[in-house]
């Protein structure tokens, strides 16, 4: 991990839950963080007195390219280029394939795979002009993008994360081909408990963490830094955690 101080991390989805806990994580061992999110007041609020890393907050909705864009630009002129791209931003939305208004949809894909691909394919050819070649790129999957969906409800979402596992083995091609050292890993967490069940009619998250074993966001967070710490050698294409006991959404 000594190798990353000093150096940038972005992690997108930056306000909350597991992209909070990642900031916080990466600004104790020492990496300059630029978290992205449009509530740039709670990313502001992440910072820690006496931490070795520095905190930078941009805001933008990784829905609009451009905003992803001037995030980049930003990143190049301030402080120098991304070395770590998290791609964490995303949304659950509501998933039913036979009730869901097309609006919804879009905004799933747009947000979990268009917003990650945009931002990884920013990241790694800044990194190929930088001559960076111990860069990492982490997507926040889930579980949800190796299992078929636990429930209707979740059916666009589980697509989407089905989307970023290809999109991670796609990544780890091409930078083959290119003879980059840059890693890629996907981590599926399990349920973690967090605000993204806040804005669901479908799912009543009460329910959910009252009846079902959960992760805290910190878990995921050390989940990041054990794969940044391995030696560059070591990648880690995918790694699964899920809480002791875990049961499917569906079952509640
Ligand atoms: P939260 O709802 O707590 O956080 C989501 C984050 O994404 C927020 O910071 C939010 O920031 C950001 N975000 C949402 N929409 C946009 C947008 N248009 N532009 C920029 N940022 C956006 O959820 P989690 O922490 O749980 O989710 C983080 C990741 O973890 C997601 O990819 C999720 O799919 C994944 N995950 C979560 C699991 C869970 O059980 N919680 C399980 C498995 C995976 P803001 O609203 O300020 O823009």
Redesign the pocket.
Known sequence: MERYAGRVALV????????AAIVQALLRRGITVVG????VD?IKALEIKGAPGKLYAVG????QEEDILKAFKWINENVGGVDILIN????LGYSDLTVAPSEEWKKILE??VM?LSICTREAVQGMLKRGVDDGFIVH?S??AGILPPSSSSISMYAASKHAVQVLTEGLRKDLLEKKSGIRVTAIC????K???MDNSKEIDKDKVFSQLPYLE?EHIANAVVYVLSQPPIVNVPQLVIQPVGQRRISDV
Not at 36 to 39: C, D, K, N, T, Y
Not at 60 to 63: H, M, Q, S, T, W
Not at 88 to 91: C, K, M, S
Not at 189 to 192: I, S, Y
């Open positions: 997108t989805g930056a306000s909350s839950g597991i992209g992205l999110a449009r509530r709670r933008g909705d990784v829905r964490n931003a995303g949304v947000i979990n917003g926040i889930s579980v967490p399990g349920l973690v967090t605000e993204i966001p």
